[in-house]
């Protein structure tokens, strides 16, 4: 083992792409505690600070009195509880769904789903910028895989026509906002394209869970696009929901079929019931309070004016997620640590995670965030630029 991981961790080393874990001993919601030191918050996708959301906490608490801290077992032996069908019912009704099925994660809701949904006869078109749980299903899926260019319906729509015919189905995989981007597909397009060509369209609504549309709905609701039959949506309860978690939103049949194929949601113990219990009352806090929505938008908007000020490149404006590209993997390190050095955290973003070139620092935005903390982040960030430091 040590042969071969030692010259690999130098090589990393060497390249500005070594990895490591830092610890923090708190989190508030806007701020983190490091060694002591207080950080501004801008590398979390808890966009709307539920994570220490009284309510959230209380319910997460109050399940733990009632089921105990774990589930036991995987969903089908003995692990189904009353709160796992509670979060279902409540996520369905949110995806406007008639079902949903909660995942221990959403890689796991990815695996379980893409491989369920096709095998070796079938074909996976997917967007370029795609996350790495898509791309692990589809590699596990075996079907055979085809990539589109980021964001292009059209480029989409050639790629079906020239090369679906082949095959027994074919699925598309999009993001609904891009994890590391923060740009949006253009969904309603994606989906016309699809229906057209008779092929399924899974949206990874990830980031866009609580995010985009009315009530934080999602990428659907953001188009003003219903669910329909060959329509398929999965999202994570570990970001805007401030808990840990997969989900898939469907027909009853299609959730029948994930609970007797998926693998990832079959063989493996379920969503702790202090989970299933912090998303839940997430969702219902999201609808109790429309203005924690409206506080994430408008320190979008503040967030994205500073950096523009600034003078920073960003790779996009459209949603919390507002990455600035650097290009250079070292640079971007040594931007990230000099951030870190004046109070703010924000992870550099490097290969493979992103392509060659488009290293950048991801800050995201939070409902939690004061504009006085986005602004005194601003004037040291100026302050950097005009030194030529950043
Ligand atoms: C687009 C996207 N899909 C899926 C996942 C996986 O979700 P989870 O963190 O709940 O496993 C993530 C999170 O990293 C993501 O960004």
Redesign the pocket.
Known sequence: MNNKAVPLLEALREQGLYRELREIESANGAEIVIDGKTYLNLAS?NYLGLTTHPRVVRAATEAIRRYGTGSGASRLISGTMSIHAELEQALAKFKQTECALVFS??????LGLVTSLVGAEDLVISDRL?????IDACRLSKAKLLIFPHRDAGRLKDLLKKRAKKFRRTLVIT?S????DGDIAPLDQLWKVCKEQDAWLLI?D??GTGVLGPSGRGGLAHFKMMPQEGLIQ??????ALGS???YVAGSRTLIDYLINKARSFIYTTALPPASAAAALEAIRVIQDEPQRLKKLWSNVALWRDGLRRVGLPLVSDQTPILPVLLGDTRRTSAVAEMLRAHGIYAPAIRPPTVPKGQARIRTTVMATHSPQALEEAFMKMTALVHRGEL
């Open positions: 996708n994660t959403g890689y796991m809701a990815n795609c996350h790495a749980s898509i993001e906002v891009f994890s590391m990874d990830a980031h999965m999202g994570t309860l570990s970001k840990l978690g997969g």
